[in-house]
């Protein structure tokens, strides 16, 4: 199961292995911390999809870079949504051996398990540029069978990236699906980034 730390942020000072299910509800006073849980959680969430939309821009560099890279994109997308803040961590565990966190001394984001990260950027990419490379095989005029083979191909791999994703996150991809709806001041309000 998923879970959160969170320490020094907005209002909440400290919450340690917060488990996240699939479908959590917060309720406490007002200003107590519960939207920013739900964001927080919302965020992290997205994260394996930052990583889908941007396998394209990913796709020629080393996996230590593509990493490197992958983080400035969350850095910037997180600061973007919460601001700068002083003296946080974060850790977002989304398997027990996998987290993401915002460390506290420099305030940028990195995986735990840096082996592991650097193995699955490694994996994901290899599948990537094969699946780019049947892209470039299907501009040549196919015909019949071979069209079909090679759409079939194509299918597989896309599977498989996205099982190689759900394996490192421990869910499946979530493209478009993640809605945080805060209660009280507008029902209808959603975030998006």
């Known amino acids: 199961m998923q879970k959160i730390t969170i320490k020094n942020f907005g209002p909440i000072e400290n919450i340690t292995d917060l488990e996240i299910p699939r479908v959590l509800f917060l309720i406490g006073p007002q200003a107590s911390g519960k939207s920013t849980i739900a964001k927080l959680v919302y965020f992290f969430r997205k994260v394996p999809?930052?990583?889908?939309?941007?396998?394209?821009?990913?796709?020629?560099?080393?996996?230590?870079?593509?990493?490197?890279?992958?983080?400035?994109?969350?850095?910037a997308q997180f600061h973007k949504i919460f601001g700068k803040n002083k003296n946080i961590e974060i850790i977002f565990y989304y398997t027990p051996e996998n987290a993401l966190q915002i460390h506290p001394d420099d305030k940028q984001f990195r995986f735990t398990n840096p082996s592991a990260i650097l193995l699955f950027f490694k994996e994901l990419l290899d599948l990537w540029r094969a699946y780019y490379k049947l892209?470039?095989?299907?501009?040549?005029p196919n015909k019949g069978i071979e069209k079909q083979f090679l759409v079939h191909q194509r299918s597989a791999l896309v599977n498989k990236m996205e099982k190689c994703i759900k394996l490192f996150f421990g869910f499946k991809l979530i493209v478009d699906q993640l809605e945080y709806i805060p209660a009280g001041r507008s029902l209808f309000t959603l975030l998006s980034y």
């Open 135 to 140: 892209l470039e095989n299907q501009r040549i």
């Open 49 to 75: 999809s930052l990583l889908w939309e941007g396998l394209n821009e990913l796709e020629k560099d080393t996996p230590s870079l593509q990493l490197k890279t992958f983080l400035v994109k969350i850095n």
